[in-house]
């Protein structure tokens, strides 16, 4: 007797990009395709992942460990205090970047840097490991060739970016709308 359903089996890795957002519409099958696409990149605690000002060239999936977001302060007057609260950051290049500005910190199961998907602007932030991380990274190269080679996962892809985009805006807006009413 011919089967005429075969089960693909998935891998550990499959199944764990397959339960984020961002992946979660896509068939065994597609996910094995976008999987074929993605990178892994271990990451020490304070390593710099990507600084303030430069190209955006991928998106991050935070497989294990946690990722700080910041704005570096660039000596306009802001001062925040390092972890541990004691005394202002002092404004000195060899200061670890990041140290103030803090915008998120982020942990296993979540992505960032969504934006170099859509666009080659600069990052508009600094990424790096609060902690020893994995990151699974997907160039935009990789989704662009996706993008005209298999249109469906593509699309599903955006779509699900489109989504996480929206919500963070909305977000934004009740945060600052939260923020005037208190000023």
Same mark, same amino acid.
């Given at each position: 007797?011919?089967?005429?359903?075969?089960?693909?089996?998935?891998?550990?890795?499959?199944?764990?990009? %397959? $339960?984020?957002?961002?992946?979660?519409?896509?068939?065994?099958?597609?996910? $094995?395709?976008?999987? /074929?696409?993605? %990178?892994?990149? %271990?990451?020490?605690?304070?390593?710099?992942?990507?600084?303030?000002? $430069?190209? =955006?060239?991928?998106?991050?999936?935070?497989?294990?460990? $946690?990722?700080?977001?910041?704005?570096?302060?660039?000596?306009?007057?802001?001062?925040?205090?390092?972890?541990?609260?004691?005394?202002?950051?002092?404004? %000195?290049?060899?200061?670890?970047?990041?140290?103030?500005?803090?915008?998120?910190?982020? /942990?296993? =199961?979540?992505?960032?840097?969504?934006?170099?998907?859509?666009?080659?602007?600069?990052?508009?932030?600094?990424?790096?490991?609060?902690?020893?991380?994995?990151?699974?990274?997907?160039?935009?190269?990789?989704?662009?060739?996706?993008?005209?080679?298999?249109?469906?996962?593509?699309?599903?892809?955006?779509?699900?970016?489109?989504?996480?985009? /929206?919500?963070?805006?909305?977000?934004?807006?009740?945060?600052?709308?939260?923020?005037?009413?208190?000023?």
């Amino acid at each position: 007797m011919v089967k005429l359903f075969r089960f693909r089996k998935t891998t550990p890795r499959q199944e764990r990009l %397959h $339960e984020l957002s961002l992946f979660v519409n896509l068939t065994p099958a597609e996910l $094995e395709i976008v999987d /074929g696409l993605l %990178h892994e990149r %271990h990451y020490l605690e304070g390593e710099v992942i990507f600084d303030e000002g $430069e190209e =955006g060239q991928a998106i991050y999936i935070i497989a294990s460990g $946690e990722v700080l977001i910041s704005l570096p302060d660039h000596g306009n007057g802001r001062h925040a205090t390092q972890q541990g609260g004691a005394s202002p950051a002092p404004s %000195h290049p060899l200061r670890r970047q990041g140290d103030t500005g803090r915008v998120a910190q982020l /942990g296993p =199961g979540t992505f960032f840097g969504e934006l170099a998907l859509l666009d080659n602007s600069p990052r508009s932030a600094q990424a790096r490991a609060a902690s020893p991380c994995e990151l699974i990274i997907f160039f935009r190269d990789d989704f662009v060739s996706l993008l005209e080679t298999h249109a469906r996962i593509s699309s599903k892809i955006s779509r699900q970016l489109a989504r996480h985009l /929206g919500t963070r805006m909305r977000a934004m807006a009740l945060s600052m709308s939260a923020h005037q009413h208190l000023v």
